[in-house]
């Protein structure tokens, strides 16, 4: 009894009130001090995240720059270019300026004198040739047009009196090409407005000495246009800002401005001077910049609100260099965390006003029930122990509930962003009706995922199988896709290149270098292009393959390794295109994707597939056995006759009674093409 009194003397409600608020007074400064460093460390976050992407996508434009050059120099090493003829020249660069949007332009020169110009117009192609400066009319200019069969037409040949005076010895990429010690990287000019096309641009140019004393320069135009494309429509934040600049302070790549949206205004304001943009905040940036001696991210104030800023260097060789600069306005990060400081203030006095109420009814149930606490101590404590259990099991059940509500809602969502990135029936019906896709993912989003596209007459269809399935598939299949479009929309349309470029980026984006523990996520997958035009079909596999079926009296004998044949009946061949034992991602000793090259025919059927129908499990057996390869084959083979929509019922219904009553094994996907 006295312990109790004691006890009821220090804890009365004076006391409880002194004790309990400075503690919710260091509660609430903690909270506030940790939502303050939060704001820092996204800033921060925030601009670094930026600034890396920024370096991969400048990556990705200069890289294939870099080594187009380097693989031109070797050739010329071997004499290629030392008596090539214009034609020769054209043939061997109009492909790699096809392939690289970025390249408008490549010229040769040498110290003989001999000098060759390829330019790319709307729909022709134009030339500059000089045999002998010598000659009054040294110079000539030509333009072609060439057709799918890469046959030429000359369709205008003449001079221009002022190419006399265009000598390649004025030019800077020619002097930095000469002054470059580098073998193993071209020397780059500063970014400059092209005297033929007055497009701002930048020139990367390679030298090399044949029979040790004749120089040869090779030039490669580079536009920079499309560095600003990139940079008008970043999204950083809700007002940010991307800008790329030159050492001189000129600008590459603009920022998210409606002043730059139209082709016309991004080329008006390119290689201009920052101070001329009307953007006051760069100026006020790059002044602050100047004064706290160049950080890499920093905050200022610009007409009395904070914004924090980025500048980093980006070095497109040794001697050449981008500015990266990133500008956040903190109000951006702010907005989130001001409603969450408000909230903290409001619960802070609305917890005081509670600690009150319950002080003061805890003391008034003290005294009501003084007496009979010690009477009823046991039965009230058994009560309390059956109703706490119970509550806590109530409780878990109802969170059991919501969490497993929450995660159906967001994979849910998640299966209806997957589902608006798959490309659109359309473009198959538009071609021809005769195909069929059957897609059944093992949980709601899938790992697998099928892609195609229509591109300069060509048919590009790809059947993918991701690591994994679910949310981790799901994740890796919405990369592939992406990446897939952002590819061939840069008219990379062959196979091989196509798998290359994907295995590229999956090994920056995942941050994949072969550590040993560590996994090496990727894709298995089967990539076709087919000409509409000539019929040609060209494949690249990374551990998947395309089965194709014919007529077996159309057949000719095909002189390739990595196809095979196989056949059950007398009617139909199946051919069965092998593909590289590799996946679209990291893997120990990998090389470059080989291609196929087959020549379809009408009747035809294509078959694109992953491998879920072949690995499930079921059968006759208890524990199952999987389907295999050889019957995959041989059901194909049984329903070729059928329509394909009758053919996608019948493997359906196949799989279904295959699996029986055990689990889906893994994704399942196949498409069907009949030419």
Same mark, same amino acid.
């Given at each position: ?465 991701? *690591? $994994?399935?679910? &949310? ?6 919405? !990369?592939? #896709?992406?990446?897939?479009? +952002?590819? /061939? ?44 035009? *000539? $019929?040609?079909? &060209? ?6 393959? !395309?089965? #194709?079926?014919?007529?077996? +009296?159309? /057949? ?19 051919y069965e295109f092998k593909p590289d034992k590799m996946p679209v991602s990291f893997c120990d000793n990998f090389k470059n994707f080989s291609e ?40 194909l083979l049984s329903i070729v006759d059928k329509s394909l929509k009758d053919q996608e019922i019948i493997i359906k219904n196949r799989f279904l ?19």
């Open positions: 009894m006295r312990n109790n009194k004691f006890l009821s003397k220090i804890f009365n409600k004076k006391n409880l009130v002194l004790i309990t608020v400075p503690i919710l007074l260091l509660f609430l400064f903690k909270i506030y001090n940790d939502v303050y460093k939060t704001t820092n460390y996204l800033a921060s976050s925030l601009i670094k995240r930026t600034i890396k992407r920024t370096k991969v996508e400048l990556d990705f434009y200069l890289s294939p720059v870099v080594n187009n050059a380097l693989v031109c120099r070797e050739r010329g090493y071997n004499g290629v270019y030392s008596n090539i003829s214009l034609e020769d020249f054209n043939k061997q660069f109009i492909p790699i300026i096809n392939n690289s949007p970025l390249i408008s332009s490549i010229i040769y020169t040498n110290s003989n004198g001999k000098e060759i110009m390829l330019l790319k117009e709307d729909s022709t192609w134009q030339n500059r040739v000089v045999i002998n400066r010598l000659d009054t009319n040294y110079a000539k200019r030509y333009r072609w047009k060439y057709d799918y069969n890469n046959k030429r037409e000359l369709i205008k040949e003449w001079i221009l009196p002022e190419d006399k005076n265009n000598t390649p010895l004025e030019k800077d990429w020619l002097k930095e090409a000469i002054s470059n010690k580098k073998k193993h990287i071209p020397a780059w000019t500063n970014p400059y407005k092209f005297a033929t096309t007055k497009e701002p641009g930048i020139t990367a140019s390679i030298k090399w000495y044949t029979n040790d004393t004749v120089l040869n320069v090779l030039a490669f135009d580079v536009l920079l246009k499309q560095i600003s494309d990139f940079t008008t429509n970043i999204e950083i934040a809700k007002h940010g800002e991307l800008l790329i600049t030159s050492i001189d302070g000129k600008t590459v790549g603009l920022p998210n401005n409606d002043k730059f949206k139209k082709n016309e205004d991004i080329l008006s304001h390119t290689l201009v001077r920052v101070d001329s943009l009307n953007m006051p905040v760069i100026i006020s940036a790059k002044q602050e910049w100047k004064k706290l001696h160049k950080p890499n991210i920093f905050k200022f104030k610009y007409e009395g609100e904070r914004w924090w800023c980025g500048i980093d260097k980006y070095l497109i060789n040794q001697e050449k260099i981008f500015y990266i600069i990133i500008l956040v306005p903190e109000s951006d990060f702010l907005l989130e965390f001001n409603n969450t400081k408000k909230f903290i203030f409001i619960s802070f006095f609305i917890a005081i006003f509670l600690i009150i109420i319950v002080i003061r009814a805890f003391h008034l149930q003290q005294k009501l029930n003084n007496d009979l606490k010690n009477k009823t101590n046991r039965i009230v404590e058994q009560r309390d122990e059956i109703i706490q259990q119970r509550d806590v099991l109530h409780n878990q059940k109802l969170r059991i509930e919501s969490i497993h509500k929450e995660l159906t809602q967001s994979i849910d969502y998640s299966s209806n962003i997957q589902g608006s990135m798959m490309p659109d029936f359309k473009v198959f019906e538009e071609i021809s009706k005769n195909f069929f896709v059957f897609y059944r993912p093992k949980d709601k989003i899938s790992g697998d995922f099928y892609w195609w596209k229509l591109k300069n007459n060509k048919l590009i269809v790809t059947a993918a199988d991701c *690591t $994994g399935h679910g &949310v981790p598939g799901a994740l890796l299949s919405m !990369i592939g #896709i992406s990446t897939l479009e +952002s590819i /061939v929309e840069r008219l990379i349309l062959e196979p091989a290149e196509i798998l290359n470029f994907l295995r590229k980026y999956f090994i920056k984006y995942l941050n994949q270098k072969g550590d040993i523990g560590k996994h090496r996520d990727g894709i298995d997958m089967s990539l076709v292009n087919i000409d509409l035009t *000539t $019929g040609e079909l &060209v494949f690249a596999g990374a551990n998947n393959p !395309i089965y #194709i079926i014919r007529d077996s +009296s159309l /057949v000719k004998e095909v002189d390739n390794e990595k196809i095979k044949i196989y056949s059950n009946n007398n009617s139909y061949l199946l196929i090259k087959f020549e379809v025919r009408k009747g035809d059927i294509i078959y694109l597939f992953s491998d879920g129908f072949i690995d499930q499990f079921g059968g006759e057996t208890k524990d199952g056995k999987k389907f295999l390869s050889k019957n995959f084959k041989d059901l009674e295959w699996k029986g009553n055990l689990e889906q094994t893994d994704d399942v996907l196949i498409i069907g093409i009949k030419i």
